[in-house]
């Protein structure tokens, strides 16, 4: 399975893609969580919130852009207050654009490109009984 994420090198700007939670049912995952760990590899969620500054434990996995990276669809852990921060929000509350910190983990949210991939899914269902 080739790698499904980008492990950012240093702070990075991210924004949250508005609505994203609405627009997003679930994955075949379960959820984005499991679909996070599942894509990153790791074991478990992150300590504490991707967000430079924020060390809130994670709640979410948040739909985000990151920039440098165009469009493309990311799936990072953060806390839910951060998860609210869209760049609408933060231009009305005259805040700065939010920094992931280095070392964060952006699994690819596509699902065509993840879990809808059937190579894939033979790969993680396993894994993912072993979470559940
Ligand atoms: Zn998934
Ligand atoms: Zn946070």
Redesign the pocket.
């Known amino acids: 399975m080739s790698h499904l994420y980008i492990t950012l090198p240093c702070d990075s700007e991210v924004s949250n893609i508005n609505g994203s939670s609405d627009r997003s049912p679930y994955?075949?995952?379960g959820d984005?969580t499991?679909?996070w760990l599942?894509?990153s590899g790791q074991k478990k969620v992150p300590s504490a919130c991707c967000v430079v500054g924020c060390n809130n434990p994670v709640d979410d996995g948040a739909h985000i852009n990151v920039q440098g990276e165009g469009k493309k669809w990311f799936i990072a852990m953060m806390c839910h207050e951060c998860n609210m921060k869209t760049d609408a929000a933060l231009k009305k509350a005259s805040q700065p654009p939010l920094l992931a910190k280095a070392g964060t983990i952006c699994v690819f949210a596509n699902?065509s490109e993840?879990?809808d991939d059937n190579s894939n899914w033979e790969n993680i269902k396993e894994m993912l009984s072993e979470i559940e």
Request: glycine share 0%; with cysteine.
């Open positions: 994955c075949r995952c984005w499991k679909h599942k894509f699902r993840t879990c």
